[in-house]
């Protein structure tokens, strides 16, 4: 997995809330074996407005996507965040998310920030306020601020998950260090509720 | 003092980080064409192994083609697609499976409806599948729930699941529900009262008496839209109608097994004083047949309601959504909703598609026939054992006689990646669980409804108000 350690980039507003996975990746871009390539699909439809902010020339290059409450709701697909990495996000700031959306988030190196409702708010007005609105996400740190460092928003992240991330480890070999533990759970399964095997 | 979802997770924590990171045992791994390739290439790259070949249960579903099945796999005429069915094939053929229905196959069908019929879905498992209608297996107190395909990966190769515990809500619906509302309305009901965030970070139990006297296909139904209200799991504690429904299943236990089964099973149920973070509960007797009107499921009416107006929304985000929401689907504020004229109609998908909702969808067309402003009704059995059964008790006919199409298995149109698609402002009357924008095809319009309210669309070109039907 990629590591996330400090990313200093310009924000992409989008200003809704419940963008559901649908909308992310629509469905027709589903249709590949592999991981990578899905960019193309990212907010497709809604890409085809002239108006939609990822169109617009000054946010040329965003790498973190400001958006409302309950991001990536619907389906499981992990190419949602596949598609938003593959067109050069790494990170995403909202007040909430849906859960497999996050869960899968971290599996990828993208981080998901969740901050205060009023902290999203005021970033929307920075956005609105300074063409080329930047902000540094700093992992280790767990912040979000400003490139002129004039104020800095906290944010939680689960200290696991931060590990993996800083140190970009493949959750994989992590859980096989536990191989033993799960053959022995395995045993006693088996031996007390056999019809599961 | 333990509810079912504390009982589920504590039967299967292998190991918990200090953090409280969990390394969660599955027992079932369910497998589909779409969200899998990736994760068995992964395994490839790797070098590594499954962990446990026979905790998979495999099927081609979500992008099967439902007519040409006489052509064998030219009949998928997507190409994508028919790369996606060959790599599935090709990794069972690799890696292997329990059990594995392929495209085509006679028992073949959407995953969450096959999983059940076959008793491969048991009370007090772990059930996951990358696909998040997987809550749909809670209906027999299982611990079921989606995962992302780095997830499939993870699981296939070590067993097991990195979570966090959830926490515990309950949702009660306490009475007789009236004739012609059905499990889907209850649902519908409860994500329209506590919004399609409201179940994020829980596990939510249903309960209650209307509960209680659902079928196995009803609970189902239910579960299935948990992940429609934000919660990734759904779940029932066992009772007779579980332990009945399983007796004699293909995978089910059998004999002195299946006896000291039952009896563990009987104690997959929430203790009497089990405590809940959030409780929720709905009167029976008050829930309406359901209408979506939006491009979200928490945008729902009952019937004899009418297109919400925006104005009278406070909230300003919440109100731009149902502005977006109003001009994407075509409608007006205060529209009665049986004013609204269908284009098409589909019964189908795994929230819908089980025998009993093809017998209620039917028992409402019989002797009728569709409506000439509906352009396409179609009917998608979940599975192909479904098919077979609903054609051994004539409902093809009815169907077929109505101006129905009798389609083969599989998820159709309610993800659309087949070719069975909402052409952009046809409006369609839907089983399935999602409305969102282009989910039944580019620029569609869903509203979601229960079968016999979809088929009574269907015969009368609008929405009906099936209890007057
Ligand atoms: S029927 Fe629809 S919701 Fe169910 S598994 Fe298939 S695509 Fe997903």
Same mark, same amino acid.
């Given at each position: 997995?990629?590591?996330?350690?400090?990313?200093?980039?310009?924000?992409?507003?989008?200003?809704?809330?419940?963008?559901?996975?649908?909308?992310?990746?629509?469905?027709?871009?589903?249709?590949?074996?592999?991981?990578?390539?899905?960019?193309?699909?990212?907010?497709?439809?809604?890409?085809?407005?002239?108006?939609?902010?990822?169109?617009?020339?000054?946010?040329?290059?965003?790498?973190?996507?400001?958006?409302?409450?309950?991001?990536?709701?619907?389906?499981?697909?992990?190419?949602?965040?596949?598609?938003?990495?593959?067109?050069?996000?790494?990170?995403?700031?909202?007040?909430?998310?849906?859960?497999?959306?996050?869960?899968?988030?971290?599996?990828?190196?993208?981080?998901?920030?969740?901050?205060?409702?009023?902290?999203?708010?005021?970033?929307?007005?920075?956005?609105?306020?300074?063409?080329?609105?930047?902000?540094?996400?700093?992992?280790?740190?767990?912040?979000?601020?400003?490139?002129?460092?004039?104020?800095?928003?906290?944010?939680?992240?689960?200290?696991?998950?931060?590990?993996?991330?800083?140190?970009?480890?493949?959750?994989?070999?992590?859980?096989?260090?536990?191989?033993?533990?799960?053959?022995?759970?395995?045993?006693?399964?088996?031996?007390?509720?056999?019809?599961?095997? | 003092?333990?509810?079912?979802?504390?009982?589920?997770?504590?039967?299967?924590?292998?190991?918990?980080? &200090?953090?409280?990171?969990?390394?969660?045992?599955?027992?079932?791994? @369910?497998?589909?064409?779409?969200?899998?390739?990736?994760?068995?290439?992964? @395994?490839?790259?790797?070098?590594?192994?499954?962990?446990?070949?026979?905790?998979?249960?495999?099927?081609?579903?979500?992008?099967?083609?439902?007519?040409?099945?006489?052509?064998?796999?030219?009949?998928?005429?997507?190409?994508?697609?028919?790369?996606?069915?060959?790599?599935?094939?090709?990794?069972?053929?690799?890696?292997?499976?329990?059990?594995?229905?392929?495209?085509?196959?006679?028992?073949?069908?959407?995953?969450?409806?096959?999983?059940?019929?076959?008793?491969?879905?048991?009370?007090?498992?772990?059930?996951?599948?990358?696909?998040?209608?997987?809550?749909?297996?809670?209906?027999?107190?299982?611990?079921?729930?989606?995962?992302?395909?780095?997830?499939?990966?993870?699981?296939?190769?070590?067993?097991?699941?990195?979570?966090?515990?959830?926490?515990?809500?309950?949702?009660?619906?306490?009475?007789?529900?009236?004739?012609?509302?059905?499990?889907?309305?209850?649902?519908?009901?409860?994500?329209?009262?506590?919004?399609?965030?409201?179940?994020?970070?829980?596990?939510?139990?249903?309960?209650?008496?209307?509960?209680?006297?659902?079928?196995?296909?009803?609970?189902?139904?239910?579960?299935?839209?948990?992940?429609?209200?934000?919660?990734?799991?759904?779940?029932?504690?066992?009772?007779?109608?579980?332990?009945?429904?399983?007796?004699?299943?293909?995978?089910?236990?059998?004999?002195?097994?299946?006896?000291?089964?039952?009896?563990?099973?009987?104690?997959?149920?929430?203790?009497?004083?089990?405590?809940?973070?959030?409780?929720?509960?709905?009167?029976?007797?008050?829930?309406?047949?359901?209408?979506?009107?939006?491009?979200?499921?928490?945008?729902?009416?009952?019937?004899? &309601?009418?297109?919400?107006?925006?104005?009278?929304?406070? &909230?300003?985000?919440?109100?731009?959504?149902?502005?977006?929401?109003?001009?994407?689907?075509?409608?007006?504020?205060?529209?009665?909703?049986?004013?609204?004229?269908?284009?098409?109609?589909?019964?189908?998908?795994?929230?819908?598609?089980?025998?009993?909702? @093809?017998?209620?969808?039917?028992?409402?067309?019989?002797?009728?026939?569709?409506?000439?402003?509906?352009?396409?009704?179609?009917?998608?059995?979940?599975?192909?054992?479904?098919?077979?059964?609903?054609?051994?008790?004539?409902?093809?006919?009815?169907?077929? &006689?109505?101006?129905?199409?009798?389609?083969?298995?599989?998820?159709?149109?309610?993800?659309?990646?087949?070719?069975?698609? @909402?052409?952009?402002?046809?409006?369609?009357?839907?089983?399935?669980?999602?409305?969102?924008?282009?989910?039944?095809?580019?620029?569609?319009?869903?509203?979601?409804?229960?079968?016999?309210?979809?088929?009574?669309?269907?015969?009368?070109?609008?929405?009906?108000?099936?209890?007057?039907?």
């Amino acid at each position: 997995m990629v590591k996330f350690t400090v990313l200093n980039g310009v924000v992409v507003p989008l200003d809704r809330a419940n963008v559901d996975t649908d909308q992310i990746i629509p469905k027709q871009y589903l249709a590949s074996i592999k991981r990578t390539g899905f960019g193309e699909g990212l907010f497709a439809e809604w890409r085809k407005d002239r108006e939609f902010v990822l169109n617009q020339p000054r946010f040329k290059g965003a790498t973190i996507l400001l958006a409302r409450k309950n991001f990536g709701c619907g389906s499981s697909r992990e190419h949602a965040p596949w598609a938003l990495m593959d067109y050069g996000f790494r990170c995403v700031i909202a007040p909430s998310f849906a859960d497999i959306f996050f869960t899968n988030s971290f599996k990828n190196g993208f981080l998901p920030v969740v901050l205060r409702e009023d902290e999203v708010d005021r970033l929307f007005h920075e956005c609105a306020a300074f063409p080329g609105f930047r902000v540094v996400v700093d992992l280790d740190k767990q912040t979000v601020a400003p490139t002129d460092g004039s104020f800095a928003m906290r944010f939680e992240i689960d200290p696991f998950r931060k590990y993996c991330l800083l140190n970009g480890l493949d959750e994989i070999g992590l859980t096989l260090r536990h191989a033993d533990k799960i053959r022995a759970f395995e045993t006693q399964r088996k031996a007390q509720h056999p019809w599961y095997f | 003092m333990r509810t079912l979802y504390d009982k589920l997770w504590d039967s299967h924590v292998v190991h918990v980080e &200090d953090d409280g990171t969990a390394l969660l045992y599955i027992d079932r791994h @369910l497998v589909h064409e779409v969200t899998s390739a990736q994760a068995y290439e992964g @395994l490839r790259n790797a070098g590594r192994k499954p962990w446990r070949v026979d905790s998979v249960v495999a099927t081609a579903d979500h992008n099967t083609p439902t007519t040409n099945w006489d052509e064998g796999l030219e009949g998928v005429r997507d190409k994508f697609a028919r790369l996606q069915i060959e790599t599935l094939d090709a990794n069972m053929k690799e890696f292997g499976a329990k059990v594995y229905f392929p495209y085509l196959d006679k028992r073949q069908g959407i995953v969450h409806v096959i999983g059940p019929e076959q008793g491969a879905t048991l009370p007090g498992m772990t059930v996951v599948c990358g696909d998040s209608h997987t809550s749909t297996h809670g209906a027999f107190a299982c611990l079921a729930h989606g995962i992302g395909t780095s997830e499939v990966e993870h699981v296939l190769a070590t067993q097991c699941l990195v979570t966090r515990k959830m926490k515990n809500m309950r949702v009660n619906v306490e009475g007789q529900l009236a004739r012609g509302v059905t499990p889907k309305d209850v649902v519908l009901a409860i994500i329209g009262r506590i919004g399609i965030a409201g179940g994020t970070g829980y596990a939510i139990e249903y309960a209650g008496s209307a509960i209680r006297a659902m079928s196995m296909e009803g609970r189902m139904t239910v579960c299935n839209m948990s992940i429609e209200a934000g919660a990734r799991a759904g779940m029932v504690g066992v009772d007779d109608t579980t332990i009945e429904y399983l007796k004699g299943r293909r995978f089910a236990p059998q004999g002195a097994e299946w006896e000291r089964a039952v009896a563990y099973w009987r104690t997959l149920k929430s203790d009497p004083d089990a405590k809940f973070e959030r409780e929720v509960t709905l009167d029976a007797r008050e829930i309406r047949p359901h209408v979506t009107w939006g491009t979200s499921p928490e945008m729902v009416v009952p019937v004899d &309601d009418a297109v919400p107006d925006p104005d009278k929304e406070k &909230d300003s985000v919440r109100r731009e959504g149902m502005e977006r929401a109003l001009q994407y689907m075509g409608l007006k504020p205060r529209t009665p909703i049986t004013d609204i004229r269908i284009d098409k109609v589909f019964i189908g998908s795994c929230t819908n598609s089980r025998i009993e909702d @093809l017998r209620a969808a039917a028992s409402v067309v019989r002797g009728r026939r569709k409506a000439s402003n509906v352009k396409v009704a179609m009917v998608v059995p979940g599975s192909g054992l479904v098919k077979e059964q609903a054609e051994r008790e004539g409902l093809d006919r009815i169907f077929r &006689d109505a101006g129905f199409e009798w389609r083969e298995p599989g998820c159709s149109m309610c993800l659309g990646m087949n070719p069975d698609r @909402l052409d952009p402002g046809e409006r369609c009357a839907s089983t399935s669980n999602r409305n969102f924008e282009g989910r039944q095809g580019a620029g569609g319009r869903t509203h979601l409804v229960s079968p016999v309210m979809a088929a009574a669309a269907a015969i009368a070109g609008h929405f009906v108000d099936i209890r007057k039907w």
